[in-house]
């Protein structure tokens, strides 16, 4: 072995088998061989491809139950701003355009959430703060 990797392995005690690497061939540990190399490498490949599938079924159950919840909050905010726009039209037909600059308090948000279906995604939102 050379005087240079007794010095590295000296102060470096941990390094157990040193990669001999050459150009254009496989790296090999030193007093291990190719096979065994590679079965080391497969081992790892599956591990964290076991680790992969389990952290994606977790989170994709996650991604499933979110895009649902804004899905129905999406469907519920256009569902809204068709019934605020029915209510100025109506407003305007009754009283003309002009009754919406004359400092009246603003009008409920016709913004309607089902509770039940805000617990069920996990969502803990205060539903009249939203509306």
């Given at each position: 072995?050379?005087?240079?990797?007794?010095?590295?392995?000296?102060?470096?005690?941990?390094?157990?088998?040193?990669?001999?690497?050459?150009?254009?061939?496989?790296?090999?540990?030193?007093?291990?061989?190719?096979q065994g190399n590679?079965?080391?490498?497969e081992d790892g490949?599956?591990?964290?491809?076991?680790?992969?599938?389990?952290?994606?079924?977790?989170?994709?159950?996650?991604?499933?139950?979110?895009?649902?919840?804004?899905?129905?909050?999406?469907?519920?905010?256009?569902?809204?701003?068709?019934?605020?726009?029915?209510?100025?039209?109506?407003?305007?037909?009754?009283?003309?355009?002009?009754?919406?600059?004359?400092?009246?308090?603003?009008?409920?948000?016709?913004?309607?959430?089902?509770?039940?279906?805000?617990?069920?995604?996990?969502?803990?939102?205060?539903?009249?703060?939203?509306?």
């Amino acid at each position: 072995m050379p005087p240079i990797l007794d010095a590295l392995q000296a102060i470096f005690p941990d390094i157990t088998s040193p990669v001999a690497s050459v150009a254009g061939e496989p790296a090999v540990a030193a007093g291990g061989t190719e096979q065994g190399n590679l079965q080391s490498v497969e081992d790892g490949n599956k591990s964290y491809s076991s680790r992969m599938s389990a952290i994606n079924s977790k989170y994709s159950a996650a991604v499933d139950k979110f895009s649902h919840q804004q899905q129905y909050l999406l469907s519920q905010q256009e569902r809204a701003q068709k019934a605020d726009e029915d209510a100025l039209i109506k407003a305007d037909s009754e009283y003309t355009p002009g009754w919406r600059k004359a400092g009246l308090p603003i009008k409920g948000s016709h913004l309607v959430l089902d509770p039940l279906q805000l617990q069920q995604a996990g969502t803990s939102a205060d539903i009249e703060s939203i509306a």
